[in-house]
């Protein structure tokens, strides 16, 4: 079993920038992979970034350039550093852990105004 507490979320105006956290119950290095997903109402979650075990990246193309995943392990924490944050952006953005089975947290609310 794995716990996900996000945190960080917010209302920012476009142009500006967010740091959303995800504080997961065991070690990070142990879960094949960690991501973030979002969600915006009358969508389907997309995925937003994600980072191996082993430390490889990869973004949603409408991100890159603009958000970052990291993680410390010895906070057992990741992050997505959200920059040159736009309105289509806002959404409800969700930290994942996939092993075996797949872990959600419970959402964050990211609203970013125009």
């Known amino acids: 079993q794995v716990q996900l507490v996000e945190s960080g979320g917010g209302l920012v105006q476009a142009g500006g920038s967010l740091r959303l956290s995800c504080r997961v119950s065991r070690s990070i290095f142990r879960i094949n992979y960690m991501g973030w997903y979002r969600q915006a109402p009358g969508k389907q979650r997309e995925l937003v970034a994600r980072?191996?075990?082993?430390?490889?990246?990869n973004y949603a193309e409408s991100v890159k350039g603009r958000f970052t995943i990291s993680r410390d392990g010895a906070k057992n924490t990741v992050y997505l550093q959200m920059n040159s944050l736009k309105p289509e952006d806002t959404a409800v953005y969700y930290c994942?852990?996939?092993?075996?089975?797949?872990?959600w947290g419970q959402g964050t609310q990211v609203t970013v105004s125009s």
């Open positions: 994942n852990a996939e092993i075996v089975d797949t872990w």
């Open positions: 980072i191996s075990s082993g430390g490889s990246t």
